[in-house]
């Protein structure tokens, strides 16, 4: 099956890479497509969610689960139908600050499968493009982001 990996370095320290990145309510601000997040509770191994995202003129519901959460080094998400993947993220310091990498394994089924090489392409300009943007945020000039929104149902 398709695989992806896309690796940005950004010049934050890893701690702060993998708060602004695993707290879900910046995703809207860096994430292309989404429209929205739900989710259980605390990001945590065995959290599941709700990714609404759009594709072309529908939005697609995408159900996930945290299945490895190591802060400041490691997120495994898994994600079920319509398009099954595994997405594993890690962050490693460097000199720099933060090398972050996304290893993701795409599983499309039925035709999707004949659409693979071609949803891995896509995905692979989408991901490089969603790095760039967590890049600028982190490294622009001023405090630390503050996440996009506060939601007391953890609902984006």
Excluded: H
């Excluded at 701690?15 to 809207?28: H, I, K, P, Q, S």
């Excluded at 259980?40 to 594709?55: A, I, Q, S, Y």
């Excluded at 962050?91 to 499968?113: K, Q």
């Amino acid at each position: 099956m398709p695989r992806i990996e896309t690796s940005i370095e950004i010049e934050r320290p890893q701690e702060e890479v993998y708060a602004y990145l695993t707290d879900l309510r910046n995703a809207l601000e860096w994430s292309t497509g989404l429209v929205s997040v739900t989710y259980d509770g605390d990001l945590r191994e065995g959290t599941t969610g709700v990714d609404t995202r759009t594709l072309g003129r529908k939005e697609l519901v995408m159900p996930w689960t945290v299945t490895a959460f190591e802060p400041p080094a490691r997120l495994v998400v898994e994600y079920g139908a319509p398009f099954p993947a595994t997405a594993e993220f890690s962050f490693r310091p460097t000199e720099a600050g933060t090398l972050v990498t996304c290893d993701t394994d795409l599983r499309p089924r039925g035709l999707w499968r004949l659409l693979g090489p071609f949803m891995a392409m896509e995905a692979r300009k989408t991901d490089a493009a969603q790095f760039r943007k967590v890049k600028e945020i982190l490294e622009s000039p001023g405090d630390t982001p503050e996440p996009a929104r506060v939601a007391s149902a953890e609902s984006f």
